[in-house]
């Protein structure tokens, strides 16, 4: 029965491409969310602009040339279509490639980092090494002995080192002090408690070479005692602050 109403009402197979497409639509957008969008807003004015020319000639009226040319025009559709559907597939798998290559490099970057803070003095590290335990009851372990000891330990390998709780890095030094030795400015009294994180078996043996570090601690009335961790931790951490006088030096860009 007529309703009054001339204007022809879309097919229920191009209603329900537009309600596909509003349901695509309302997730939250994202790469995949775009893609998704544009190919089914391909298909979907595709299928109704087909829908609509079918509908409104009539494939019952029409002649055989025309609708082998109707079959041509959906054959070429469909190949453009494909074709479009492979480059948005490419499209796709670039964005994913990009995306994981960024992850990656954010994970380099990030342990860039930490290897960094640990060299510095400004994070915390854990680790196997050794413990060792300088005695000196006569008082006569001079700051250059604890010094030649952090040095041997740097030779053997040592990654991160503390004297006391005062953590060792480049600018650390080493002066007499009242009732012991003055490390960075920080007062370390007897015995002194060197921490070492490297490989446990060759940091040991480097204080134990002869005429090195024991033998040194031993002539000054001293005892060295060397305590192989599995684990160990070097927790003290270097308070950074802004230098005087360095600048970088500004890189060329490339």
Known sequence: MSTGDSTPRPPDDARHAWARLRRAGSPRPSRSNL?????????????????????????ENLRE?????????????????SDEVRDLQS????????????EEAQRAAQERVDALGILAGTAPAKGPGVLLRIDDPELKITPSIVLDTIQELRDAGAEAIQVGDVRVVAST????????????GSLVRPPYVIRAIGDSDTLAGAMQIPGG???TVRGKG???SIDIRDELAVDALLSVTAPQYARPVPTATP
Request: glycine share 8%; no cysteine; charged share 20%.
């Open 35 to 59: 893609l998704a969008m544009l190919l089914a807003a391909s298909l979907g004015f595709a299928i109704i602009a087909q829908v609509r020319q079918t509908s409104i000639q009539g494939l």
């Open 65 to 81: 040339d025309e609708l082998v040319r109707i079959f041509a025009d959906v054959d070429q559709d469909g190949d453009r279509l």
């Open 91 to 102: 499209s796709l798998e670039l964005l994913k490639s990009r995306t994981t290559s960024e």
């Open 173 to 184: 030094w080493f002066a007499d002090a009242d009732g012991g030795i003055s490390v960075s």
């Open 213 to 215: 570090v024991n033998a």
């Open 222 to 224: 001293g005892r060295l």
